[in-house]
């Protein structure tokens, strides 16, 4: 019943800067986070950044380069990407955080390349 739509990837050189949006729709009661982690061939999906109330937290790779939002505290969360490096290259994929479990987005990709 809950679907995460997420748009914003795509192509960006290094140093640029992107912003990606994920919208919830559905029989959403209640959200007690919003976050944006990534996901590499090989590797663990590995937290980006997350949202809960009015605290903030990133990742240390990630921080002072990258902000989360979630304007309004409502169904809608955006990470906005700048000064993006090829290690930021990845798979990322929207999360909820809800008291009857999580729900993940289709994920969208990031590729940082010259």
Do not use: H
């Amino acid at each position: 019943q809950v679907q995460l739509v997420e748009s914003g990837g795509g192509l960006v050189q290094p140093g640029g800067s992107g912003k990606l949006a994920c919208a919830a729709t559905g029989s959403i009661f209640s959200i007690t986070a919003m976050a944006w982690y990534r996901q590499v061939p090989g590797k663990e999906r590995e937290l980006v950044a997350r949202i809960m109330s009015d605290r903030k937290t990133y990742a240390d790779s990630v921080k002072g380069r990258f902000i989360i939002s979630r304007p309004g505290a409502k169904n809608t969360v955006y990470l906005e990407m700048n000064n993006l490096k090829p290690e930021d290259t990845a798979v990322y994929y929207c999360n909820i955080q809800t008291p009857y479990g999580n729900k993940w987005g289709q994920g969208t990709q990031v590729t940082v390349s010259s």
